[in-house]
């Protein structure tokens, strides 16, 4: 979000609205289409779940199926519930202008300390003041430090800062009494940054279609899951061989990522392209920066 809209204008309300547009067109159409998938059921026999069109609407609920958990039907829904709400938080920023990480940063900070300063029961409060908001935070200040530092090739940088993170990653993290965001988050993050040094300038053309294609993957993989285990099952099903569980990643991978790609094909970018056209003007979409689909 903070690298798209770097140059972003020309005006901040005509930033903020271009901007909130785009993303509600990449994110709400399919996200919808794959609720409607997994609740068709419920859907034809009348039967579905009140609760449930919360999820449409991306506000966070208890999921009785996973208990105490704050999920949607779809259960990878709950990162777009945050970035739902990211998009917002976005948007009204760059109504401030040059002042935009001055009005995100404590907005999200007071937000995080409040979750820590007070138990909420409801989903909605504990969803809104989690700790995980700060690993937000985190994506911006990568973006900063890119913008001052550039991006060049650095392969010693950037095996320090992978070694670092994943070196950090098993033998800090999960804390028994730290959130996530504290520990997994910065070092997450260091594998990110190591990650834009490793491969700035590398294009790859399979691996960018699969880039094009990672929300559409993301939607879509548990689905897969059911041919997955169609085509697999010759393997053993107790105590398989390390080689039968590499096969089974494998095709399991495999699987999704075909999937995905066909839906990004035929559903994600026809739908992109049509409400593109129809939401925004022909003169902004050939000079704003960020209008690949790839990504969210």
Wanted: glycine content about 6%; overall charge positive.
């Amino acid at each position: 979000m903070a690298w798209t809209t770097r140059h972003a204008g020309p005006t901040p309300t005509q930033a903020a609205f271009d901007f909130l547009v785009r993303r509600l067109i990449r994110v709400v159409p399919l996200y919808w289409l794959a609720l409607l998938w997994i609740t068709k059921r419920d859907l034809v026999h009348l039967e579905l779940d009140p609760a449930v069109l919360l999820d449409f609407v991306f506000l966070p609920r208890f999921n009785p199926d996973h208990f105490n958990h704050i999920f949607p039907v779809l259960v990878p829904g709950w990162t777009i519930n945050y970035e739902m709400f990211f998009y917002a938080v976005f948007a009204i920023s760059l109504l401030f202008g040059k002042y935009q990480y001055a009005i995100i940063f404590p907005a999200l900070a007071f937000l995080i300390t409040l979750g820590h300063l007070v138990e909420y029961p409801s989903a909605f409060g504990q969803f809104y003041t989690s700790s995980i908001m700060a690993e937000f935070l985190y994506g911006i200040l990568i973006c900063k430090w890119v913008q001052r530092h550039g991006q060049d090739h650095h392969p010693r940088l950037a095996w320090l800062a992978l070694i670092s993170g994943f070196v950090g990653l098993a033998l800090l993290w999960p804390g028994d009494h730290i959130p996530r965001a504290y520990v997994a988050g910065p070092l997450a993050a260091l594998i990110v940054y190591a990650g834009i040094l490793a491969f700035n300038g590398w294009h790859v053309p399979w691996l960018h279609r699969l880039a094009d294609a990672s929300f559409s993957i993301y939607l879509t993989h548990l689905f897969t899951f059911r041919l997955s285990r169609t085509l697999l099952q010759g393997l053993p099903p107790d105590q398989p061989s390390p080689v039968a569980m590499v096969v089974a990643v494998g095709v399991q991978l495999a699987v999704a990522a075909a999937v995905g790609l066909l839906v990004h094909r035929w559903i994600e970018q026809p739908l992109t392209r049509y409400l593109t056209r129809r939401f925004l003007k022909p003169r902004r979409l050939a000079t704003e920066p960020g209008m690949s689909t790839s990504g969210s």
